[in-house]
């Protein structure tokens, strides 16, 4: 049997590719839609009788027509041009088998596998396989050949349509169904090949049934395609059948082929003249292209080789600027259209020589190379005219550059010799001090130096000048008045130099023997005058002391100043006496003394003026002196009673510190006895306050004095207080802990005995005697009482004796912790179980219910502190108690 289905995945023997992968599914389409069987059976009826009918016989029942294999073999043969087997005439059934299998063998051999179908099926009239051997014909013999643009068969045919279509409004071609329900597909097709044939713009897309009629019939008459499907089967299917469609549309494909190598061959030669023409095109462009640029050098090159010359740089620029705009605006399109020839011209030869087109010859005059030439020429051109322009700027240039640094330089020196004749002239030298000549001499000195330095340039003015008359320069004239001026001026500053020189140096030696007195004078008025400020400042000075020798060593510093004061005043005269040398030489050589004295600023007037004051400050500093002493004896008066009283208080503060150190560690008897002696102690230490309030007083009075130190004791005011209200302190403690006892005792059932015993205990481990012990000493004080202590149990217990980890563990704290493991206490645990009786044993407690059972302040305690309860049985309005009652014990009683 023959395997049809293998059909979709082989190729034939001259290399046909693999198609209609997706047609190896028809027979179950066909079982499922039995409308798409009948319009198979008339399109694939129609389609052997357009061949059949060439050999003059047609069918009329496709299942029964074929079942004898003769009518089979004579369609292949017509529809391939190719000779079968003869057939076998017998009427048996074994020769209808054989009949058909010599058909199938004829198929087989173009590559087609046929799936399931068989020579029986088709000899018993097998509709089904009788379809899919047609249909499988169809395929191979009218379909599988068509080719669009690289693709082939079913996708080609699609491709055909589409682009046969795409003109039309309301005809979009996606597929060999839906596509072409409305019949406007078909139209198109027609009226693209056979325009006359068909009039498109009559039709509407919502009348299938007349569309599809219309193509049917005008194929048939005008185009011999039998109609192989009747409009109302295709319009009343949701989806018509794809192979009815595809053989029909491979039909019209067929039938139009003759068009499409008619329109082929068309667009050939369009091709073929669209390229002549655009070389012809191209010939003519680059001939008027290459007339236009070589015009333009021919009327370039005469402008380039002018070579008149300008009188000035500015017209010289001017050439240089059309030059450069020439370069930059008018030769870079010159550049491209060139660029441009020779590209036009060597892409038109690779398009002739591609064409097979013989090579362009330009015409006389106009080839690439005589472009090239006469571009050359040009660009020689351009070289020279360019270096003739710089040359002519440079010429110019060197001409108006002299011109201008000679005035540059003339303007300079003028500048210079502003005011200098009336600088010379001037005698300021006559009232001026030595310094001051000096001064003026070293400047004039330096005025010398700087007109020597200007000779130079005087020298090189005049070289320019001579330099521009021998060139012809245009402005002489004005050069040579300017130069003869500037010499001519420089002429008189010489000589009015060489007497100013000589003024300043007769002038210098005449001030020189007043100088060496002003000097005199500075030398000795500097240090006396510094001498007589640093007096007035220590007369005037501020002083602070705090004791009689600070005060006593002042009065001996002072009369050892009084002692110097014969001498100074004799230095004072002779400064005085230098003074009066000076106005005497002055005078008798006729000097203008400028005033001051120019090594000083200190004046004979204001010497005198600050010993005077001097002289006045020092009874007032011996009056200030003896004050301070008077001072001073007082404060060291009030300082030893001071001192009295704080040695006093100081000392029984002691006393009594350690006697209630004493008493706090040795008490006996009852605790409600030690109480009353500890308060009797108490009234006995308050009665010492008057004492206290007398050495305030006295305190008082020595920070009114501002005395802050005091040798006679070593108690400050500050100490003493400490040390009082420690003393207070510790008696008021000693007492609480007492009531602390007797407290604990009563709520706690402990016999005064068991206190005696845990005060001798701990009084016994207390080695410093302060009423405190470290952990180590606390340790050793537990395990004389019977305790067995790991690390982990006396971390417990120091976190209830010591919560703040201070690390000392006093009395009291023993006591409760003592009375806490000896004696019952309540727990956590027991209130919890309190509040749960009152919960009525639920898990939570509402408001109303501790309202109810506790008193009303107790009970709004309770409620403002309780977290609300979010167990699974809460109600709204419901308290955890667990919680609140955990937190009054602290978690280490969890």
């Known amino acids: 049997m023959v395997d049809y289905h293998a059909a979709n995945n082989q190729s034939s023997a001259g290399g046909v590719q693999t198609y209609m992968e997706q047609e190896n599914d028809w027979d179950r389409d066909l079982l499922l839609d039995p409308a798409w069987e009948k319009q198979q059976r008339k399109t694939f009826t129609a389609w052997c009788n ?116 795409a003109p039309y409004k309301n005809v979009n071609v996606q597929n060999f169904h839906i596509s072409w329900k409305d019949g406007l597909a078909f139209n198109a097709l027609i009226h693209r090949h056979r325009p006359d044939l068909i009039d498109y713009d009559s039709l509407r897309k919502d009348d299938p049934v007349t569309n599809l009629n219309n193509a049917f019939e005008v194929a048939e008459k005008h185009l011999d395609i039998p109609k192989m499907l009747d409009a109302e089967d295709i319009v009343g299917t949701l989806r018509p059948d794809e192979k009815a469609i595809m053989t029909y549309v491979s039909c019209f494909y067929h039938a139009f082929s003759g068009a499409q190598k008619a329109e082929t061959a068309a667009n050939r030669i369009c091709k073929v003249l669209a390229v002549n023409q655009e070389n012809e095109q191209m010939m003519e462009d680059y001939e008027k292209l290459a007339s236009e640029l070589l015009e333009w050098i021919r009327r370039t090159i005469p402008w380039l080789e002018n070579r008149t010359q300008e009188k000035t740089v500015q017209d010289m620029q001017a050439k240089q600027e059309d030059f450069r705009d020439y370069r930059c605006v008018h ?23 591609l064409s097979n087109r013989p090579a362009f010859m330009p015409s006389e005059g106009r080839m690439v190379s005589d472009i090239n030439g006469a571009w050359h020429t040009l660009e020689g051109a351009e070289k020279g005219y360019e270096e003739w322009i710089l040359s002519e700027i440079r010429r110019l240039e060197r001409l108006e550059h002299l011109a201008e640094k000679f005035h540059q330089k003339a303007a300079i020196h003028e500048s210079w010799t502003d005011g200098k004749e009336a600088m010379l002239t001037q005698k300021d030298y006559e009232t001026s001090t030595l310094s001051e000549v000096k001064a003026l001499l070293r400047k004039h000195e330096a005025f010398e130096s700087d007109l020597a330095a200007h000779q130079d340039r005087v020298e090189q003015i005049a070289a320019i000048a001579q330099e521009l008359n021998e060139l012809d320069y245009y402005d002489s004239a004005s050069v040579n008045a300017r130069c003869q001026k500037i010499c001519d001026q420089w002429d008189v500053l010489g000589a009015l130099t060489q007497s100013r020189k000589e003024s300043l140096e007769r002038t210098e030696k005449q001030l020189e023997s007043i100088d060496e007195l002003y000097l005199e004078y500075a030398k000795r008025a500097a240090p006396f005058n510094n001498w007589m400020e640093g007096a007035m400042e220590d007369l005037q000075d501020m002083f602070i002391v705090h004791n009689i020798e600070e005060i006593q060593g002042l009065i001996t510093a002072h009369e050892q100043f009084k002692s110097t004061l014969a001498e100074a005043n004799k230095e004072r005269e002779a400064i005085q006496a230098i003074q009066a040398e000076v106005q005497k030489i002055a ?173 001798a205990s701990f009084n016994h481990f207390d080695k410093k005697r302060s009423g405190q012990m470290v952990s180590d000493d606390f340790r050793a004080l537990l395990i004389s009482t019977g305790n067995s202590l790991g690390d982990s149990e006396f971390s417990r217990i120091m976190g209830i004796v010591d919560p703040n980890g201070s690390g000392a563990v006093t009395f009291q704290a023993f006591i409760d912790f003592m009375s806490r493991e000896t004696t019952d206490t309540d727990t956590a ?36 502190r309780m977290a609300p309860y979010t167990g699974p049985d809460a109600i709204p309005g419901a308290l955890d108690y667990m919680s609140f009652s955990t937190a009054l014990y602290g978690e280490s009683d969890l």
């Open 331 to 353: 030769k870079p399109p010159k550049v491209q259209e060139k660029c441009q020839l020779e590209i036009s011209f060597n892409t038109l030869q690779t398009k002739l020589r």
């Open 829 to 864: 645990d027991q209130v919890i179980a309190s509040f749960k009786i009152l919960a009525a044993d639920k898990n939570f407690i509402t408001a109303d219910e501790l309202r109810r059972e506790l008193p009303p302040d107790q009970a709004e305690y309770c409620i403002a």
């Open 587 to 759: 005078q008798s050589n006729g000097i203008k003394l400028s005033g001051a004295n120019p090594y000083t600023t200190i004046t004979p007037e204001s010497i005198d003026n600050k010993w005077e004051k001097a002289m006045d400050m020092v009874p007032l500093r011996d009056n200030a002196l003896q004050d301070e002493l008077n001072k001073q004896n007082s404060n060291d008066t009030l300082r030893a009673k001071f001192a009295t009283q704080a040695n006093t208080v100081g000392a029984y503060i002691q006393a009594k510190m350690e006697e209630i150190g004493r008493i706090s560690i040795e008490m006996n008897g009852t605790l409600e006895d030690q109480l009353t002696n500890l308060r009797e102690y108490q009234k006995t230490i308050m009665s010492y306050m008057p004492e206290i309030n007398t050495l305030e007083g006295y305190h008082q009075l020595i920070q009114e004095a501002l005395i802050f130190d005091n040798q006679y004791t070593s108690y400050t005011m500050e100490h003493l207080r400490v040390g009082w209200e420690q003393l207070l302190t510790t008696i008021a403690r000693t007492i609480n802990e007492v009531e602390n006892q007797i407290l604990t005792r009563d709520a706690k059932g402990i016999s005064q005995e068991q206190l005696q015993e845990y005060r």
């Open 50 to 165: 357009s061949h059949l009918r060439k050999a003059g016989t047609q069918i009329e029942n496709i299942e029964e027509d074929f079942r004898d294999g003769l009518k089979l073999m004579l369609l292949l043969e017509v529809i391939s041009g190719e000779r079968l087997p003869k057939p076998e005439r017998g009427k048996m059934r074994v020769h209808k088998i054989n009949n058909v299998n010599k058909a199938l063998d004829f198929i087989a051999s173009k590559g087609v596998k046929l799936v399931s179908i068989g020579a029986e099926e088709i000899v018993d009239g097998n509709a089904k396989m009788t379809l899919g051997m047609i249909w499988t014909i169809i395929l191979r013999f009218a379909i599988q050949d068509i080719s669009v643009e690289e693709t082939s068969a079913k996708e080609g045919l699609l491709l055909w349509c589409q682009r046969k279509t």
